[in-house]
């Protein structure tokens, strides 16, 4: 696609339920990031992929946290039994090649546990 | 690990003030991204820099790679400018890691 898409835009979800975060970079990019900014601070590195694998998870903040990517392009970002401080921004991003190249970023996913 | 320093973190201008944000690494840094994070939370690209100096406009942004550290440089500040600017690069052990630092908060008013 001509950007990084992200979806849904917002969610709302009562703490206990699984929610899933969907992330479409942009078409060729082989790296993609995931990364989550709570209200008035900075971007949290959580978990980056190259192609399908993850070579760094160092990020995810517990166990309730997973993702996957598949066929090089769509990235999932899981939570499992959402808690209250897992409300945050969940930014994707993706660059051509990883480190060395532009990364650009969605409009993030607004996530809300009540 | 690599530190990201920004500074300052907060900074109200007059519309049509000049500014210089600076980015400090604590570590070597073979790339870094200047963003801008508007008041609807969207980052847009602003400096792909690794070094030497680069213009788009009212903005400018040098990077002096040897000496880990990069400038921004805003002139003729509008409204339009308020928001959060981050710096950003890849770890020098895990160049596909790339953090941030925790950003310069900037209100432009008229």
């Known amino acids: 696609g001509a950007g990084v898409s992200q979806s849904p835009s917002n969610k709302v979800t009562e703490k206990g339920k699984d929610v899933e975060l969907r992330c479409d970079p942009i078409s060729g990019h082989t790296a993609l990031y995931w990364y989550r900014q709570s209200l008035g601070q900075g971007l949290e590195f959580l978990i980056y992929?190259?192609?399908?694998?993850?070579?760094?998870k160092s990020g995810l903040p517990s166990d309730r946290f997973s993702a996957e990517r598949t066929g090089g392009s769509v990235s999932t970002l899981t939570i499992q039994r959402t808690q209250q401080e897992d409300s945050a921004v969940y930014l994707c991003?993706?660059?051509?090649?990883?480190?060395?190249?532009?990364?650009?970023f969605g409009q993030g996913t607004r996530l809300t546990v009540v | 690990g690599i530190q990201v320093e920004q500074s300052p973190p907060d900074l109200i201008l007059q519309e049509g003030a000049n500014s210089t944000l600076r980015c400090n690494f604590s570590d070597s840094v073979n790339n870094l991204q200047w963003f801008h994070q508007n008041p609807w939370g969207q980052l847009i690209n602003l400096f792909y820099i690794p070094s030497g100096t680069k213009q788009n406009g009212r903005l400018s942004a040098t990077t002096v790679a040897t000496e880990r550290y990069s400038l921004l440089y805003i002139s003729s500040s509008q409204t339009t400018d308020s928001g959060v600017y981050f710096c950003a690069g890849p770890l020098k052990t895990s160049y596909d890691k790339v953090i941030f630092g925790p950003g310069t908060s900037l209100s432009v008013i008229p």
């Open positions: 992929f190259q192609g399908n694998s993850a070579p760094d």
């Open positions: 991003a993706s660059s051509l090649q990883g480190g060395y190249t532009e990364a650009f």
